[in-house]
């Protein structure tokens, strides 16, 4: 075994480094609600104050887990089409549904948010993961696609739902997950990641299919949970009745910026859109 030799460029002066840091800048999410629970910490005369980023850190690449129906996807899809609306090109890597079963949905995620579908269509670019098998199990093959999607059409946010699907039935092989980020952090893309929860894992923690190690890579995770009304108790706590489904987010952690870590009701309206309710400690009180 020859010797270890230093990895002398792994080797930086914190003023070189930090002079290559992007600006801490927000991203609209189009999620009503979302984008006043996270914000910036600044020292002025007066001691220090929060001020409201307006959305998810820019150049952040974040998790979003929970069991299925929750509204991770929706979150996704207005995400993407806000960013689209406001001149941001977005590739969405489609890994669950066929990319003309997406566009449909984005169609009308559209009009329920008021966007012109017409530009949604220029602003987003769909590359299907879902009919094409050697993009989920050949992440080379996936990463270069994406490199010629970044390039060609000056894409700046990422959405990959779910990235699950690229590790499914092999979950110790999750790493994958550290490679993807990577990549979007070299190409200087905001990421959202959506990934499965197992039955097993607890509704409110930021667990998701692969473990832990998912949520200690990214930048941030936001985790989304159910909860079915069962008892008096329930009723009152969450103010809905026996029988009812309630919907919940949390944002658990982000390294880019403060956030408000309290627990919050997550409705998805008749319009089929999520929006950020209050938080458990403001139906308490």
Request: glycine share 10%.
């Amino acid at each position: 075994m020859r010797d270890a030799q230093p990895k002398l460029e792994a080797v930086r002066a914190m003023g070189e480094a930090g002079a290559e840091a992007p600006k801490v800048v927000g991203l609209p999410t189009g999620v009503e609600g979302f984008d006043e629970l996270v914000f910036v910490a600044e020292v002025t005369s007066q001691g220090v104050r929060r001020r409201p980023l307006g959305g998810l850190p820019a150049y952040g690449v974040y998790n979003l887990t929970g069991v299925p129906d929750t509204g991770k996807s929706l979150f996704v899809e207005q995400f993407a089409l806000r960013q689209a609306a406001d001149g941001r090109p977005v590739a969405f890597v489609t890994v669950e549904s066929p990319a003309p079963f997406l566009a449909a949905a984005l169609k009308a995620r559209a009009q329920a948010m008021g966007i012109d579908y017409r530009q949604a269509e220029q602003g987003i670019l769909l590359i299907d993961a879902a009919s094409h098998p050697e993009l989920r199990e050949e992440l080379p093959t996936l990463l270069a696609t994406l490199a010629y999607a970044i390039r060609e059409y000056r894409i700046q946010a990422t959405v990959v739902d779910s990235v699950t699907g690229l590790y499914e039935a092999r979950e110790i092989q999750a790493h994958e997950v550290r490679t993807l980020f990577n990549f979007l952090k070299r190409w200087r893309q905001t990421g959202l990641l959506v990934s499965q929860k197992r039955s097993g894992h607890e509704e409110l923690s930021a667990e998701a299919a692969g473990g832990y190690a998912v949520a200690h890579i990214v930048d941030g995770t936001i985790v989304f949970s159910k909860k079915l009304i069962q008892s008096s108790y329930d009723e009152r706590l969450y103010r809905r009745p026996i029988g009812e489904v309630v919907r919940l987010l949390r944002i658990n952690g982000c390294r880019l910026a403060g956030h408000d870590p309290n627990t919050h009701l997550l409705e998805i309206t008749e319009a089929g859109l999520v929006r950020v309710g209050k938080s458990l400690s403001e139906l308490r009180g």
